[in-house]
């Protein structure tokens, strides 16, 4: 891999990563709501689900895809269901603000829980599992040997990725001091509820 073609996918992947997109909102809403440290669990089910579908990417994923393309379809309507839920869930949401300088979760929510939660975000998003099948293999040259390839596309991936998620986190905390108004808190929720809820209708339409 020269170093153009490894300056040009970064450039690719920085701007792509930090458009919001369902991973970065799910960041974003979880540092508001618990705190950029506390968020960090989420951030790290985002990032495991994003380099499984990588790896997933690496090992022959857009093979599987066109060989069964009725499991992108069913991957699609799950992402889309699970999109939409969590945008009545946020759209619901509680009104009354956290603070984000406490030390320690609150009782009803666990890391492991904040891990899932983003987890089952990104790995449901069929948008990513288009993009590793169709967009990272064209940065790979056929005529070298491509596990180094691959491993060198994905670690920057990763830390593009967690550079993003460190923005929207700190975003969020700082978001959070403005939102102890009921009603401010209230027309976010409504805000990043309809920002799911749209990310789930668009799904509608993307085709492999």
């Given at each position: 891999?020269?170093?153009?073609?490894?300056?040009?996918?970064?450039?690719?992947?920085?701007?792509?990563?930090?458009?919001?997109?369902?991973?970065?909102?799910?960041?974003?809403?979880?540092?508001?709501k618990f705190g950029a440290?506390?968020?960090?669990?989420?951030?790290?089910?985002?990032?495991?689900?994003?380099?499984?579908?990588?790896?997933?990417?690496?090992?022959?994923?857009?093979?599987?895809?066109?060989?069964?393309?009725?499991?992108?379809?069913?991957?699609?309507?799950?992402?889309?269901?699970?999109?939409?839920?969590?945008?009545?869930?946020?759209?619901?949401?509680?009104?009354?603000?956290?603070?984000?300088?406490?030390?320690?979760?609150?009782?009803?929510?666990?890391?492991?829980?904040?891990?899932?939660?983003?987890?089952?975000?990104?790995?449901?998003?069929?948008?990513?599992?288009?993009?590793?099948?169709?967009?990272?293999?064209?940065?790979?040259?056929?005529?070298?040997?491509?596990?180094?390839?691959?491993?060198?596309?994905?670690?920057?991936?990763?830390?593009?990725?967690?550079?993003?998620?460190?923005?929207?986190?700190?975003?969020?905390?700082?978001?959070?001091?403005?939102?102890?108004?009921?009603?401010?808190?209230?027309?976010?929720?409504?805000?990043?509820?309809?920002?799911?809820?749209?990310?789930?209708?668009?799904?509608?339409?993307?085709?492999?």
């Amino acid at each position: 891999m020269t170093i153009e073609t490894w300056g040009l996918f970064g450039a690719a992947v920085f701007v792509l990563a930090g458009t919001p997109g369902p991973n970065m909102l799910h960041v974003l809403t979880r540092s508001v709501k618990f705190g950029a440290r506390r968020s960090i669990p989420a951030m790290l089910g985002c990032l495991s689900a994003l380099m499984t579908i990588l790896l997933a990417s690496a090992t022959g994923l857009s093979a599987v895809l066109i060989a069964a393309p009725g499991l992108f379809e069913a991957l699609r309507y799950v992402g889309v269901a699970y999109l939409v839920y969590l945008g009545v869930k946020a759209w619901r949401g509680e009104e009354s603000a956290v603070d984000p300088a406490l030390p320690a979760l609150p009782v009803s929510i666990s890391a492991w829980a904040l891990f899932r939660g983003g987890f089952l975000i990104g790995i449901s998003n069929p948008k990513a599992i288009l993009f590793a099948a169709a967009f990272l293999p064209q940065f790979v040259s056929q005529s070298a040997p491509q596990i180094p390839q691959f491993a060198v596309l994905i670690v920057t991936f990763a830390a593009v990725e967690l550079f993003w998620y460190a923005i929207y986190g700190m975003g969020g905390q700082k978001l959070a001091g403005y939102l102890i108004r009921p009603a401010l808190k209230r027309a976010f929720n409504r805000l990043t509820g309809g920002i799911f809820m749209g990310f789930g209708v668009a799904l509608l339409r993307v085709r492999f």
